[in-house]
DNA sequence: AAGGGCTTACTAAGTACTTAGTAAGTGTGC
DNA sequence: GCACACTTACTAAGTACTTAGTAAGCCCTT
């Protein structure tokens, strides 16, 4: 089980001495989740969250000290890809790539954790949004994960900072945020894992069978 | 020149008969743009953006009756791929391909453009958005688009309605997608049209040496 | 060519409501 | 008896939108 000190730098109002008031915090934390997820942050609002979890506006207040680090609390609880919590030992190369294509599977049981990121990320480029800085470090520390594993599924040894391998890397990224937004609005005609499955194996081929500058000249 | 007519369905209030107001309206709209590109749609209020176009609050609901319907207005205005305008002699096939791959380096120079969509179109998957409807339909529209430019790139024949197809079209559309907010947290770690490229030829190798069902077993 | 009648293009002021956030107080459990 | 976990009561600011009014222009008849 994860620790409850959170990596956010603000402190929270005194909260978390009973277990009782524990179990509430965590309880607004998962309200917040789902109301943040189907509103947007601007459009969500404390009375509604309030209201949910059967307290006042005060009240969650009274352990989230503003709306925006709600908000931010929300995002340090969990990783929708599920790869910061991997640990030191995490799988490498291809294990990795095939690691989140699963992830991409199980998260279309997971329609509240996508609509999270989805709207969040694309809301957090907006001037001001609280979110802006973690979206910013998540995305650098993704972009470094996926193009290790890139290099490490080719084999390349990582001798070259390859430029196409960071630009693979982000096209893999892009693809699955991408994939998430057409598959809200339209659950039956996107097939996420699918699409992301065969957009990472095509991207593995160009980049494998191409040690001299010749080919993909399609386009 | 396109008509003044609006594809939209609410009929505006009577508006635009003099120039000087034609004009005007033209500067609401293009101020509004800007606003719900920089803030979002629930964030941007009538407010700030009467207060940009010098008139008041009032002024800009003289011209669109509602919040909603100055941003549907918004969207009806332009087209951020511009393959709606293409008409119907557009480029098939491979040119269509590339001019996707044209348009977003031509975006690299339009970040206004860039953010209004990229956040409007996670914006619009929340609950009631007045935007759900216009891109629930423009994807529907993009994934037609790019599925038959592939097959025909392909020379596949329209004989078999492909699914692999439509997973390669809907990984096409959604990597220009995410790359769009990657870049706009940190333009300096993306190349949108490179990246983009290269999904795109990648993709397209990996279905055109495909008619046997054996390859891409890498993951 | 002048004036009546109508429309357009607004503004000022308000309505009714929601927003995040605060300050002070209350009841309960240790 | 006192700290914690709240609630009640509030504020100040903002929200979209309405209402009522006005100045200016256009068109048609006389």
Same mark, same amino acid.
């Given at each position: 089980?994860?620790? /409850?000190?959170?990596? %956010?730098? /603000?402190?929270?109002?005194?909260? +978390?001495?009973?277990?009782?008031? @524990?179990?509430?915090?965590?309880? =607004?934390?998962? #309200? ?10 601007? %459009?969500?609002?404390?009375?509604? =969250? ?6 006042? @506006? ?25 790869? /910061?919590?991997? +640990? ?24 509240? #954790?996508?609509? $999270? *990121? ?20 998540? *995305?650098? +520390?993704?972009? !470094? ?12 040894? /990582? !001798?070259?900072?390859?430029?196409? $391998?960071?630009?693979?890397? %982000?096209? &893999? ?6 994939? @998430? ?14 699409? !992301?499955?065969?957009? &990472? ?19």
């Amino acid at each position: 089980m994860m620790s /409850e000190s959170t990596p %956010n730098g /603000e402190r929270q109002p005194r909260a +978390g001495k009973s277990l009782k008031a @524990q179990q509430r915090r965590q309880e =607004i934390l998962r #309200i917040a989740m789902d109301t943040f997820a189907a509103r947007g942050y601007n %459009n969500a609002s404390l009375q509604e =969250i309030a209201d949910r979890a059967g307290v006042t @506006q005060a009240g969650v207040l009274h352990y989230f000290r503003s709306k925006a680090q709600l908000l931010t609390s929300v995002l340090d609880l969990r990783d929708a890809t599920d790869i /910061e919590q991997l +640990g030191p030992d995490r799988p490498r190369g291809l294990a990795f790539l095939r690691h989140l294509v699963d992830t991409v599977r199980r998260n279309t049981e997971r329609e509240g #954790i996508v609509r $999270l *990121y989805a709207v969040l990320s694309a809301e957090s480029v907006t001037e001001g949004h609280p979110a802006q800085d973690y979206f910013r470090d998540r *995305y650098t +520390g993704l972009r !470094t994960f996926v193009t290790d594993a890139l290099a490490e599924a080719c084999e390349l040894g /990582e !001798t070259r900072p390859d430029l196409d $391998l960071e630009d693979a890397a %982000n096209a &893999i990224i892009a693809v699955m945020d991408g994939l @998430q937004i057409q598959w809200l609005l339209a659950p039956d005609s996107v097939d996420m894992a699918a699409s !992301t499955e065969r957009a &990472i194996n095509a991207l593995l081929g160009g980049l494998a069978d191409k040690p001299d500058q010749q080919r993909s000249e399609a386009l």
